[in-house]
């Protein structure tokens, strides 16, 4: 495992588990780490490798309260843990019910470590709320935090940074996967993206696969309206759930999840 510098300062680490990006941006006198992995296990490993890059003082910001960007936050702390201002509820309604799911889903596959490590995590709360900007000055580069409108989540939050051309995510761009609608808002996920292209980046890192260009996005965006129309027409009975399914752009499984989510 190691990091890629993506711009000046701006760091990616990729992860086979659940093909997680994490990020880091330096600056002069501070640097933010995006992201924290999935339990309190990870969140140490991550901890240690931005070590390894720095030894500034850093602060976290979190994409979205999903459980694979936000378990590992503790090993960061004492920190200012920044989010989305909805992200707390979401954490208080869901972290206890996403840990029963995942731990299953480990011990099932046999991942009993993870398993283990994951029933013993609890996300610490953001204490840092955005509603729709915040500015963070590193010391000679200021990134934005952004809240962009309704997508993945009801929360997710993206990190700008101007000067390197980069724009961290999370999870409203995914490559190497269909984007995850469990929590989605399908209807409004095109115009997101929108703005997120408008803020100029040249690379994205999504929050799983490999970073990517703005031509990547736009054609995910592009599906992703696509299947808005799509469950605009079966709302208004022109298309039936099969004929639904069928001219999606995206697998029946990831469809039928998104479906539900526009009903
Ligand atoms: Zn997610």
Known sequence: MSWSEVGAGVFVRRYAELDLSVGLVVGGESALVIDTRGDH??????ARAVRQ???????????HGHFDHCFGTDAFLPAHVWAHERCPAHLARTAAGQRDHWVAHYRQEGADDIAAAL?????????HLVSARADLDLGGRTV??????LGHTDHDLVVAVPDAGVVFAGDLVEQGAPPDFEDAYPQ???STVDALLALGPTTIVAGHGTPVDPDFVRT?????AELARIGHALRGGAL???QAVERSPFPAATTLTALARLR
């Open 41 to 46: 296990q990870q969140g140490v490993e991550l």
């Open 53 to 63: 890059v720095t030894a500034l003082p850093w602060q976290v910001a979190i994409t």
């Open 119 to 127: 029933a013993a995590s609890a996300p610490a709360m953001p204490d």
């Open 144 to 149: 934005q935090l952004r809240h962009l409108g």
């Open 188 to 190: 409004h996920w095109p």
């Open 220 to 224: 995910q965006r592009a599906e992703l």
């Open 240 to 242: 039936s759930l099969d």
